[in-house]
């Protein structure tokens, strides 16, 4: 293991960041994955990648791993991401999984987040709505990115692999086709200078000034596992009328990677954005094109959201407008493994 482990409380009398509240997280974990492991670390070069290494290596037991600090969180074109203690949340989930249909997985993820972070949507302007800007990102309807959401799988999962974890886990007749999924998530928690970003930074005490870090962590940990099991055994159709709630896409002008223009207009059953086009309504997966929300203000630059590339693990702070697989195929490939 690569990295610096950190205790649930501080052994100091300096000023330190607020204690993880580890046996709680656990209880939580163990709750929907017996067997699960909760490990939080004062620093890593990257969570997603740290999970991916053990995977490689045969550890595919459920494991729910935290970083105060990224050293090489992974963004857009290579670019680098780091994070400072207590300015943000960053954490990995890893499990085997073995859904009906990969296809909006991500989407899922980042409703559930924001559901958790933001329960209900308010009726005023202030506090700023939370919602999520397809595929993979949690914005303000500001437009100010506060979270980002890396998945990356693997095929090291065997079928003996799942003995002892939950049977929701295991699609029907689907043990062969598991596989080990990392869920990468990251959230500014405090402000952070906007210069340099070509999306300018929310963070989580814009709508929640008394939350840090372990607190959100806390707060979304249960749900994040439940909807997890609810997409393997249902996928994303039945969330498509919650997410359409916090769809900060819907209505806008956007522009295709191909050169292609037109109107959002949500999500269809398997995740996929739904572009109505002078030539007609098209789907847009992952894999096809990266889309760019054009801002309302007249002369404002665009905002570019890339889809096809690959999503910081701590995205909400990247410089670049992350991405990631929103809507893997049937059967997704290994990621640099």
Same mark, same amino acid.
């Given at each position: 293991?690569?990295g610096? $482990?950190l205790?649930?409380?501080?052994?100091?009398? %300096?000023?330190?960041?607020?204690?993880?509240p580890i $046996?709680?997280?656990?209880?939580a974990?163990?709750?929907?994955?017996?067997?699960?492991s909760?490990?939080?670390?004062e620093?890593? /070069?990257s969570?997603n990648?740290?999970?991916?290494?053990?995977?490689?290596?045969?550890?595919?037991a459920?494991?729910?791993?935290?970083a105060e600090? #990224?050293?090489?969180?992974?963004?857009?074109l290579?670019? #680098?991401?780091?994070?400072s $203690?207590?300015?943000?949340?960053? =954490?990995? @989930?890893?499990? *085997?999984?073995?859904?009906?249909?990969?296809?909006?997985l991500s989407l899922?993820?980042? @409703?559930?987040?924001?559901e958790?972070?933001?329960?209900?949507? *308010?009726? %005023?302007?202030?506090?700023?709505k939370?919602?999520?800007?397809? $595929?993979?990102?949690l914005?303000?309807?500001?437009?100010?990115?506060?979270?980002g959401?890396?998945?990356?799988?693997?095929s090291?999962?065997?079928?003996?692999?799942?003995?002892?974890f939950?049977?929701?886990l295991?699609?029907?007749?689907?043990?062969t086709?598991?596989?080990?999924?990392?869920?990468?998530?990251?959230i500014?928690?405090? &402000?952070?200078?906007?210069?340099g =970003?070509?999306?300018?930074p929310?963070?989580?005490?814009?709508?929640?000034p008394?939350?840090d870090? &372990?607190?959100?962590?806390?707060?979304?940990?249960?749900?994040?596992l439940?909807? +997890?099991q609810?997409?393997?055994?249902?996928?994303?159709?039945?969330l498509?009328?919650?997410?359409?709630a916090?769809d900060?896409?819907?209505?806008?002008? +956007?522009?295709?990677?191909?050169?292609?223009?037109? +109107?959002a207009?949500?999500?269809?059953a /398997?995740?996929?954005?739904?572009?109505?086009?002078?030539a007609?309504?098209r789907?847009?997966t992952?894999?096809e094109?990266s889309?760019?929300?054009?801002?309302?203000?007249a002369?404002a630059?665009?905002?570019?959201?890339?889809?096809a590339?690959?999503?910081?693990?701590?995205g909400?702070?990247? /410089?670049?407008?992350?991405?990631?697989?929103?809507?893997?195929?049937?059967?997704?490939?290994?990621?640099?493994?």
């Open positions: 293991m690569t610096a $482990p205790h649930a409380a501080s052994d100091t009398a %300096s000023a330190a960041p607020p204690a993880w $046996p709680a997280l656990q209880q974990l163990a709750a929907q994955l017996p067997g699960g909760v490990e939080v670390l620093r890593i /070069d969570t990648t740290e999970l991916m290494r053990r995977a490689r290596e045969g550890h595919c459920p494991t729910l791993l935290v600090q #990224q050293t090489a969180g992974r963004g857009r290579g670019r #680098q991401w780091l994070s $203690p207590g300015d943000s949340l960053t =954490f990995s @989930l890893g499990l *085997p999984l073995a859904p009906r249909d990969w296809s909006g899922a993820v980042g @409703l559930s987040v924001a958790s972070l933001q329960p209900e949507l *308010p009726a %005023s302007a202030l506090p700023l939370l919602g999520l800007k397809w $595929p993979n990102d914005w303000l309807a500001d437009d100010r990115k506060l979270g959401i890396l998945i990356e799988t693997a090291f999962v065997l079928p003996g692999v799942g003995s002892g939950p049977s929701s295991w699609a029907p007749a689907a043990a086709a598991a596989r080990y999924v990392v869920i990468g998530i990251g500014n928690i405090r &402000p952070r200078d906007a210069q =970003f070509a999306t300018p929310a963070c989580l005490q814009d709508i929640a008394e939350m870090a &372990p607190a959100a962590l806390l707060r979304l940990l249960p749900p994040l439940e909807g +997890v609810a997409f393997a055994a249902h996928g994303f159709a039945p498509r009328t919650r997410y359409a916090r900060l896409l819907a209505g806008r002008e +956007v522009l295709l990677s191909d050169g292609a223009s037109g +109107v207009q949500g999500v269809g /398997d995740g996929a954005l739904q572009v109505q086009t002078p007609g309504l789907a847009i992952s894999a094109v889309v760019r929300p054009r801002t309302s203000a002369g630059a665009a905002v570019a959201v890339a889809v590339g690959a999503l910081a693990d701590a909400a702070a990247d /410089d670049a407008d992350p991405a990631a697989t929103a809507v893997p195929p049937a059967a997704p490939p290994s990621k640099a493994i």
